[in-house]
């Protein structure tokens, strides 16, 4: 995926992630959403805040959440990041 795709809220999975009915993620303002989909049409059926994006760079996306009251940073790069294509 790249950068401009990430930021025009394109929907993705992580890498290695591929089974029907995963979760996806998606660019929100300052945020990350993720996506439940469907087990039969891959549809969303409901969507949460994931975690909050603290910077977009060249190659990668910082940000945080927080988990039993502990921050917790990640930083995922925009190649580990697989668009996810609606099928028609």
């Not at 439940?36 to 909050?52: A, F, G, I, K, P």
């Not at 190659?59 to 039993?68: C, K, N, R, S």
Request: aromatic share 14%; hydrophobic share 35%; glycine share 6%.
């Amino acid at each position: 995926m790249t950068r401009e795709q990430f930021l025009n809220g394109a929907s993705f999975r992580l890498v290695g992630r591929t089974y029907k009915g995963d979760w996806t993620y998606r660019y929100e303002g300052e945020s990350l959403v993720r996506e439940s989909r469907s087990s039969v049409d891959e549809r969303v059926l409901t969507y949460s805040h994931h975690n909050n994006v603290t910077k977009v760079g060249r190659v990668a996306v910082e940000g945080f959440t927080y988990i039993f009251n502990k921050k917790v940073k990640v930083k995922v790069r925009f190649e580990d990041m697989v668009e996810f294509k609606e099928e028609a």
